[in-house]
């Protein structure tokens, strides 16, 4: 068979648009395939600027992701139940949801929103400079019913970061980024350089850097910031909850600054987040959310200290003049969301969740498919590293009938690709254990067919975030 053939055979097997589909028969296939298998050239990066180097990183890494029919995908179903999803005519268990506690088909919710849309329409279109739905008021109100601290919503958390930061962060303070914190972040960080502001980065969670460089900058700046996620959104480790907490007691001038989007709704009373539940309500703490993760709805918001820097991000921050606000909808499932977690609804939610991490981590550990960092979040991570042998396990396993999600560069560094999993309530035990067992084998039929022996494909000690 001419190559191009192949592959576009290869691609009808995976899509599994081929009839008599047999998961044999599909090895086998992929076998025969194997001894010219596509892989993409090592990228050529022929521009000559830092940021055309990464743009063509990027670009080069997601062809051939979108190629591989793994990410930029589309679901087909007329209607969602939360648990299966379907793409390229294929029905997969989705791995990829970060709904943890399965709350986006939830009754309480939909009636919400369809309230909302009732009483006010689709749409509110005024900037929140001039006028808000009341809807903004109620859900603010009960948002401060969970959450120690002075809540703004926004319209997305991306949207909160812009708002806030370049208001909070003076001009003679200093900025220290965790090497993982989330892009948002980074973005509005990016706000602050061209006020000469200082910005530093230390390598994920080590508090010895960060303690180094506190020390260093509190001499010469009023305040000195670390930026970092609450659970981080790739590898689903914590920030070091504890030791930040110390490090807040010992310097008068060290600040806080959490995305905490992961974390917000399936951990802590009331669905208050790891951040919050542990660091909130103190002066020197600043975090932000996302309710469109766990919360099962949408948009975002930031959790100020006291009433009066809240008051001054709301008339200063750009994004919340310029921006328009939460449409009626979302506000209203928002505040049936904000009304659950403050309900007994909320534990048997949250248990069933950690019950399914628990099986998941117990699962991979049996497996030997340890996490590289162990955590018992939602997002679980597996490693394999090499860019090209990611995409063919993962193209494997969602032939198989699940769907997960890619980790690749720019989201994670370029040698550490891999899997990303995300666990939620729609799923069941048997769909975790399943994946699981689909992983391992396929791990181990593409190291086979590889004959990597040099390199094994799973090996988490090479983690090098
Ligand atoms: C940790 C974290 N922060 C912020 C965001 C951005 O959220 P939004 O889409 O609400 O701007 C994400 C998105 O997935 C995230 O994972």
Redo the contacts with the bound molecule.
């Keep these: 068979m001419a190559q191009k053939e192949k592959q576009v055979h290869k691609t009808q097997i995976l899509r599994g648009t081929k009839s008599n589909f047999n998961p044999f028969h599909l090895s086998l296939q992929l076998l025969d395939l194997s001894c010219k298998r596509f892989y993409p050239p090592k990228p050529k990066l022929m521009s000559n600027t830092k940021t055309s180097q990464h743009l063509a990183l990027v670009d080069q890494t997601l062809s051939y992701a979108i190629a591989s029919n793994i990410i930029h995908l589309y679901s087909e179903d007329q209607k969602l139940d939360g648990r299966i999803i379907t793409t390229n005519g294929k029905e997969l268990i989705n791995f990829g949801s970060?709904s943890y506690l399965g709350l986006e088909t939830d009754e309480r919710l939909k009636a919400g929103a369809i309230d909302a849309i009732n009483r006010y329409g689709t749409q509110f279109s005024s900037s929140r400079a001039y006028m808000s739905l009341s809807l903004y008021k109620d859900l603010e109100i009960e948002l401060e019913n969970i959450f120690a601290g002075s809540v703004m919503v926004s319209p997305?958390?991306?949207?909160g970061h812009l708002a806030a930061i370049p208001v909070i962060v003076g001009d003679n303070d200093a900025i220290i980024l965790d090497h993982q914190v989330?892009a948002?972040?980074q973005m509005a960080t990016q706000l602050l350089r061209p006020r000469g502001i200082k910005v530093d980065l230390i390598r994920h969670n080590r508090m010895d850097q960060l303690e180094h460089k506190i020390k260093k900058l509190q001499k010469k700046h009023d305040k000195v910031w670390y930026f970092a996620?609450g659970i981080y959104?790739m590898f689903g480790d914590y920030a070091p909850i504890e030791e930040l907490n110390e490090l807040l007691n010992r310097y008068p001038s060290f600040h806080l600054y959490i995305?905490d989007?992961?974390g917000i709704g399936w951990c802590g009373q009331k669905g208050q987040g790891v951040a919050n539940t542990f660091m909130g309500g103190q002066e020197k703490v600043y975090i932000?959310a996302?309710f469109?993760k766990s919360f099962g709805t949408g948009g975002?918001a930031i959790i100020f200290p006291n009433k009066k820097i809240h008051q001054t991000v709301r008339k200063c921050g750009s994004t919340i003049t310029f921006s328009g606000p939460i449409q009626p909808p979302t506000l209203g499932a928002t505040i049936a969301s904000a009304k659950l977690h403050q309900s007994s609804a909320l534990e048997p939610l949250q248990e069933s969740l950690r019950d399914k991490i628990a099986l998941f981590n117990r699962e991979a550990a049996i497996k030997g498919l340890e996490q590289p960092v162990p955590t018992d979040t939602p997002i679980c991570y597996i490693r394999i590293g090499d860019t090209s042998t990611t995409f063919e396990v993962i193209q494997r396993v969602m032939a198989h009938g699940y769907y997960v999600n890619t980790a690749i560069y720019p989201s994670v560094p370029y040698k550490d690709a891999g899997i990303r999993i995300t666990i939620n309530n729609h799923l069941r035990n048997e769909d975790i254990t399943g994946l699981l067992s689909c992983i391992r084998h396929e791990i181990d039929m593409v190291s086979k067919e590889m004959k990597s022996e040099k390199e094994s494909l799973f090996d988490s000690k090479k983690f090098i975030i």
């Design positions: 970060c997305t958390t991306t949207l989330h948002s972040v996620d959104s995305d989007a992961h932000a996302s469109a975002g």
